[in-house]
């Protein structure tokens, strides 16, 4: 039986065209209050037409229903919680979308004159020297324009800085638990890469890296805490064996929400990481952007960083572009500055202790979801989760239910489905993280749903199996779609 099911009636929505009625219109203008200009005389016969064929034409009520029915078609965090794992901060503060609006900074341009752009220059050096201060890096560039452009700077910087060295090396080392962008960089920085499998526990192999490490290997990329929502307790043992050899150690900090004002990668040994500030620092995430992935270096490497600078000229901000030691840019201009007005702001609102506030109830919400849960799913790793937890659909298989049916019998509870098959050391993963913004209700409810299911496997898995029931699409054979793709329309009956 389902309880605590959110749904809404979802009509059949004709196309406004096919709503169109001749002599209809959705709006209404006051009669003119100066002289009529006939429109032919003045642009010509060839700029001017009598209408746009085949416009639809509605009623002011009919365009808005129109429109308001579509919207809710699609889930949002404006509906209900988000499960999705390794994507963090589903909700970000409407103050901050404010702030990123205000004249001065939303129409602000990047050709403006240094002495018209201090603001925006200032806002810029303020949240370099917080980011720097809440990673324990010593500086930072605002430049990269996402987690994976991040990345790529960063393993082109220590590139930069072993070839200086006169040794560039060969391979980077990549552990399975690590997001699958860090391997296509260290490809695409001309690097090989050599996989490292984890422990038992979920955890990097510190003794398969003290074999692996010799004088090829220019870094390891680590994702901390990693896939599984583990922090990787050895960490700073990973960076002296990596050190002791030349080597260094690069953090993916996509997960960062997870140690933000407790512990900073800066202080056990990480020597340049990204941060997303569309996962941690406030950015509406998804719809293909806008994001941000600023990198934080160690001193060694801060020479070797994207051009311009900023730098103090008197009581001015300048930009610095005689850098000899510069990777050059990575983008134009100066980073997504949007974003960059938004992580400020964010930072600002909440200040030292509410960011690591945050941080507490992010963990404590996904800990809490475990300790639910954990009698109706299989956990793999036993290892204490931070952020988010992920679970295998083992127990639900033995009755013929993968984790993508529960995923799917999760919409008709109301729920968006949680990360399916990922990551992809856990074999059926269910992936869940809820973030520091939902409170007990919404968990409870989610969990609530989740056991439900749960049970619906046990004693009905052909009930799950064909979910789910309440979309305006049943489900649909994903098999035949991915391998015979419909492209284009060409018209007619199908």
């Not at 709006?27 to 003119?32: C, G, K, R, T, V």
């Not at 970000?92 to 979308?97: A, L």
Request: glycine share 10%; aromatic share 8%; proline share 6%.
């Amino acid at each position: 039986m389902i309880h605590n099911v959110r749904t809404h009636i979802s009509q059949n929505e004709a196309l406004l065209f096919e709503r169109s009625s001749p002599g209809k219109r959705a709006y209404q203008l006051p009669e003119l209050d100066v002289p009529p200009v006939d429109a032919l005389a003045a642009l010509g016969a060839g700029n001017v037409r009598a209408g746009i064929d085949g416009f639809p034409e509605v009623s002011e009520v009919e365009a808005i229903r129109h429109f308001t029915r579509l919207s809710t078609w699609n889930y949002a965090i404006d509906h209900g919680m988000y499960p999705l794992g390794s994507c963090t901060m589903k909700y970000n503060p409407r103050v901050n979308e404010l702030v990123a609006r205000i004249e001065g900074l939303a129409w602000a341009h990047p050709y403006q004159p240094e002495a018209l752009a201090q603001g925006s220059m200032e806002v810029m050096a303020r949240l370099e020297a917080m980011l720097a201060e809440i990673t324990g890096m010593d500086a930072v560039t605002l430049q990269p324009s996402a987690g994976a452009h991040g990345e790529l700077t960063g393993i082109l910087l220590i590139r930069a800085l072993l070839e200086k060295r006169g040794d560039p090396r060969k391979k980077i080392l990549v552990p399975d638990s690590a997001h699958g962008t860090n391997p296509a960089t260290a490809a695409i920085a001309g690097y090989a890469v050599e996989n490292i499998k984890s422990t038992e526990t979920g955890l990097l192999d510190v003794s398969a890296l003290e074999r692996i490490v010799d004088q090829d290997v220019a870094a390891l990329m680590v994702t901390n805490p990693n896939t599984l929502g583990v922090f990787e307790e050895n960490i700073a043992r990973a960076a002296e064996i990596l050190h002791a050899k030349g080597a260094m150690l690069y953090m993916d900090g996509a997960n960062m929400n997870a140690l933000v004002g407790i512990a900073r990668p800066g202080d056990f040994g990480v020597d340049a990481l990204h941060l997303n500030l569309h996962k941690t620092f406030s950015t509406p995430h998804g719809g293909g952007g806008p994001g941000a992935g600023p990198v934080a270096v160690k001193k060694a490497l801060e020479p070797f960083l994207p051009v311009p600078r900023l730098k103090r000229s008197g009581k001015r901000w300048a930009w610095d572009y005689k850098r000899k030691r510069s990777i050059g840019r990575v983008r134009a201009f100066y980073g997504n500055f949007g974003v960059l007005v938004r992580a400020l702001a964010y930072i600002l609102a909440h200040g030292g202790p509410g960011l690591r506030n945050a941080t507490v109830d992010a963990v404590m919400n996904a800990v809490y979801i475990r300790k639910r849960l954990e009698p109706y799913y299989d956990l793999p790793y036993g290892s204490p989760n931070m952020h988010e937890v992920v679970f295998s659909d083992a127990r639900q298989a033995a009755h013929g239910v993968r984790t993508g049916d529960i995923a799917k019998r999760l919409i008709d509870y109301g729920f968006h489905p949680y990360t399916v098959s990922f990551p992809l050391i856990v074999h059926g993963a269910l992936m869940i993280e809820p973030t520091e913004t939902e409170g007990k209700a919404e968990l409870d409810s989610f969990i609530d749903a989740m056991i439900s299911i749960a049970k619906e496997a046990e004693t009905d898995p052909q009930l799950v199996k064909n979910a789910p029931y309440n979309t305006r699409t049943s489900r649909v054979d994903e098999v035949s779609a991915a391998r015979k793709p419909v492209l284009r329309w060409k018209g007619g009956e199908g």
